[in-house]
């Protein structure tokens, strides 16, 4: 059956590779990003692959809670089903002395772009997931996970980009077991993955943080098209998948007061700057 699938940052990487197949196969992919012009080349090279009514394109910067909104008020204009929402838009670590930056809302960036954007949106377009039901939300965390300190989530002490990311991606982690507990009977999932270790996209290869390249965008894209078309049956909800096989996360995600005190400041930090 045709699908609708929203997957944040699919102008480049594995976002992209994974829009490629999927229009192939015949779905409606929205295409995010944050440079219209770059959105623009995906759109004609999409357009080559399939039918332009399957393709549309969504610009934002998710650095910014208010355009995180917008976007969620674009697409629940645009569209009466979404079938998937996959979080993958991200940023990778730059050098080992990187300073500290921060979002247009003023969060550490990481938490902000990595993680509080996608679940700013995924809260945005639940209804439009649960009236679509079954409906998948997926977020593209990583292997890097490392636990939160809650004494100091935006890292205000002891900065280092590696440590940021590496706690966000937890964060997207922490938020798929949330999601999976209160979505239960809804007819929406909620699963997490690490995609491929190193894989050669920009994030990689632009980084002097990170080792070389050691896999394709096309073996992270095997992974990820796996929890979105596989069978759902196999996956359940709740996950965390290394590549193809369920693995098993950071011990923080598995603790339920975590959990609470993540959406507390998620929702602290949402409405401080909405
Ligand atoms: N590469 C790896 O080995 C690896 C390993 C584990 C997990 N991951 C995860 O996989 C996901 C995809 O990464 P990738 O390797 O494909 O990286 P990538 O090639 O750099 O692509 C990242 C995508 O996110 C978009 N993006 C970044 N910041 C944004 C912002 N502020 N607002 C809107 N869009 C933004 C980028 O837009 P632009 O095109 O404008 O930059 C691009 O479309 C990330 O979540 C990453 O953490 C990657």
């Known amino acids: ?7 944040t940052g699919s102008t480049d990487g594995l976002g992209k590779e994974v829009a490629r197949r999927l229009v192939t196969q015949g779905h409606k ?13 995906v759109i004609n090279e999409l357009a080559k692959l399939t039918d332009q009514a399957n393709i549309e394109y969504f610009n934002a910067d998710l650095s910014s809670l208010a ?39 003023g969060l ?15 809260r945005e377009l639940m209804p439009l997931l649960k009236s679509s039901a079954p409906a998948r939300v997926i977020n593209v965390a990583s292997i890097a996970q490392v636990a939160i300190n809650f004494d100091d989530p935006m890292l205000e002490n ?8 590496s706690q966000s ?5 922490l938020h798929t077991m949330d999601l999976a507990q209160q979505l239960a009977g809804s007819g929406v999932s909620a699963n997490s993955l690490h995609p491929a270790t190193l894989m050669n996209t920009k994030m990689v290869l632009d980084s002097s943080a990170l080792p070389d390249s050691r896999t394709t965008v096309e073996e992270g894209a095997d992974a990820l098209e796996n929890l979105i078309m596989g069978d759902a049956s196999v996956l359940l ?4 998948y290394d590549g193809l096989t369920k693995a098993q996360p ?19 930090l949402i409405s401080q700057a909405i």
């Open 1 to 7: 059956m045709m699908k609708t699938i929203l997957i």
């Open 29 to 41: 992919v929205l295409i995010h990003g944050r440079n219209p012009e770059k959105g623009q080349l």
């Open 67 to 105: 355009e995180v909104k917008k976007l969620s008020k674009d697409i629940l204009a645009s569209r009466s089903r979404l079938d998937v929402l996959v979080n993958n838009a991200g940023i990778g670590p730059r050098t080992k002395d990187s300073p500290r930056q921060l979002s247009k809302d």
């Open 108 to 122: 550490e960036m990481f938490f902000a772009v990595n993680y509080l954007a996608g679940y700013f949106l995924a």
């Open 158 to 165: 002891n900065y280092g980009d590696y440590q940021a990311y």
């Open 169 to 173: 991606k937890l964060a997207q982690i």
């Open 237 to 240: 909800s709740g996950g965390y």
């Open 250 to 268: 950071d011990a923080q995600a598995f603790d339920k007061q975590t959990l609470q005190e993540l959406q507390e400041l998620s929702e602290k």
